[in-house]
Nanobody
Framework: QVRLAQIGGGVVQAGGTLRLSCTAS????????LGWFRQAPGKEREFVAT????????YYGDSVKGRFTMSRDNTEATIYLQMNNLEPEDTDVYYC?????????????????WGSGTQVAVSP
């Protein structure tokens, strides 16, 4: 069992920045891929970014490349999502997740544990 506790989110104007964090606890959380997804009402949960357990690889969704930066600190079992140049289209609930597939890392079905989600709202 892995538990994920999220902090961050809020309301910002377009072009602004926000930072999310997520701390994992429980059974060997640093052995998992840890990443971020987002979801708008009535839409599929979308892949945002993920890190392999050893932080050797970071992957990003196409819609956030160049604007969002993910980092991971295994000493604290925490991941961060620095979101710059935010756009109204980034308005979603953001979830952190723990998974295990380095091949299907974009697929939410390969993540076993989820945070409770945090709202990000970007105004025009």
């Amino acid at each position: 069992q892995v538990r994920l506790a999220q902090i961050g989110g809020g309301v910002v104007q377009a072009g602004g920045t926000l930072r999310l964090s997520c701390t994992a606890s429980g059974r060997t959380p640093t052995a998992y891929l840890l990443g971020w997804f987002r979801q708008a009402p009535g839409k599929e949960r979308e892949f945002v970014a993920t890190s392999t357990h050893d932080v050797a690889n970071l992957y990003y969704g196409d819609s956030v490349k160049g604007r969002f930066t993910m980092s991971r600190d295994n000493t604290e079992a925490t991941i961060y999502l620095q979101m710059n140049n935010l756009e109204p289209e980034d308005t979603d609930v953001y979830y952190c997740a723990a998974g295990w597939s380095t091949v299907r890392y974009k697929d939410r079905n390969y993540y076993d544990y989820w945070g409770s989600g945090t709202q990000v709202a970007v105004s025009p």
